[in-house]
């Protein structure tokens, strides 16, 4: 196991709702990594934060948001849910430069009705 | 942005056979090429991962190697066992931006027959 959690394991929700999804890291792994995997795709990165700040983000839209808290635990909120937001959603967290290992979560399956 | 391709979708190989699976990048600034394993319904798991400093780096029946100037890497895996069957994913990862941007492949789904 990688010592990132993810909550919850599955969700439902309807078009034009909104969810927040939630992750936690192990201590000092102060950099994490949200991503949007669609059913027999590859992972698509969607943000990042370092030290509870964005510095970087993938070609997601606005509606994709997230927060990093200082106790290594994150969220991404989506709003405005859309049928195609259905996915399993992945967390990864690092230690940061120079190392570039990622330690992912086990996901939460979206699914949007 | 970086565009990585990955070949090929699906492998089928029988047991003690060897797979290899091919990538390629787009982005010159790429240094840092993972290559995770996926189980249905689990998460991507790292099973070998390669620098761009190095050309090849192997871990028992797992190798990769990497060819900078013509931008691709592949995996090898060989006497291949039934629990080697999953969703393979090559990745390249650049920190040009400031900040470390993974870009996943498609994935190879392998089966190994027993």
């Known amino acids: 196991e990688t010592g990132v959690t993810q909550s919850p394991t599955h969700l439902i929700k309807t078009r034009g709702q909104q969810v927040t999804l939630r992750c936690s890291s192990q201590?000092?792994?102060?950099?994490v990594s949200w991503y949007q995997q669609a059913l027999g795709q590859g992972p698509q990165f969607i943000f990042q934060?370092?030290?509870?700040?964005?510095?970087g983000r993938g070609n997601f839209p606005p509606r994709f948001s997230g927060l990093q808290f200082p106790n290594y635990s994150s969220e991404l909120n989506v709003n405005a849910l859309e049928l195609d937001d259905s996915a399993l959603y992945l967390c990864?967290?690092?230690?940061?430069?120079?190392?570039?290992?990622?330690?992912f979560g086990p996901g939460t399956r979206l699914t949007v009705l | 942005g970086e565009n990585v391709e990955q070949h090929p979708s699906t492998l089928s190989v029988q047991e003690g056979d060897s797979a290899v699976i091919k990538c390629t990048y787009s982005?010159?600034?790429?240094?840092?090429f993972p290559w995770y394993k996926q189980e249905l319904g689990k998460r991507p798991q790292l099973i070998i991962d390669?620098?761009?400093?190095?050309g090849e780096k192997k871990d028992q029946r797992i190798a990769v190697t990497l060819n900078k100037t013509a931008k691709h890497f592949s995996l090898h895996i060989t006497e291949t066992q039934p629990e080697d069957s999953a969703v393979y994913f090559c990745?390249?990862?650049?920190?040009?931006?400031?900040?470390?941007?993974?870009?996943f492949g498609t994935g190879t789904k392998l089966q190994v027959i027993p």
């Open positions: 990864a967290t690092e230690l940061g430069f120079p190392y570039n290992e990622q330690f």
């Open positions: 201590s000092g792994h102060n950099t």
């Open positions: 934060y370092y030290r509870e700040e964005e510095n």
């Open positions: 982005d010159s600034a790429s240094n840092y």
């Open positions: 390669i620098r761009s400093n190095v």
């Open positions: 990745a390249a990862s650049s920190s040009s931006g400031g900040y470390q941007k993974v870009t």
